[in-house]
């Protein structure tokens, strides 16, 4: 069973930051690559950033400049550092990993980001 908590997520206003968290967590699991979707209403879910294993990182066009993923490998946990944050930029987040034994997927509960003043 594999396991990933998310926090981080709430209300700024324009201009403002924020910090989400992931952690995952099972048994037979190591996190290969880690990435972070967020799905506005009425939208398809899009990626907003990921780093592979290796530390490689990619991000979506909207969000470059602006927003930073990270991950901590003895903790099993990826951040994304949000600033500048704009009302676009209004939704729920969701972590994601596959694992490094089975390549299995596995997705968080998601935390609602609201961008608003």
């Known amino acids: 069973q594999v396991q990933l908590v998310e926090s981080g997520g709430g209300l700024v206003q324009p201009g403002g930051s924020l910090r989400l968290s992931c952690a995952a967590s099972g048994t037979i699991f190591a996190p290969n690559n880690m990435g972070w979707y967020r799905q506005a209403p009425g939208k398809q879910r899009e990626l907003v950033a990921t780093?592979?294993?290796?530390?490689?990182?990619k991000y979506a066009d909207s969000v470059k400049g602006r927003f930073t993923i990270s991950k901590d490998n003895a903790k099993n946990t990826v951040y994304l550092q949000m600033n500048s944050l704009r009302p676009d930029d209004t939704a729920v987040y969701y972590c994601?990993?596959?694992?490094?034994?089975?390549?299995?997927?596995?997705w968080g509960q998601g935390t609602q980001v609201t961008v608003s003043s």
């Open positions: 780093v592979t294993r290796g530390g490689s990182t």
């Open positions: 994601n990993t596959d694992n490094l034994f089975d390549s299995a997927v596995y």
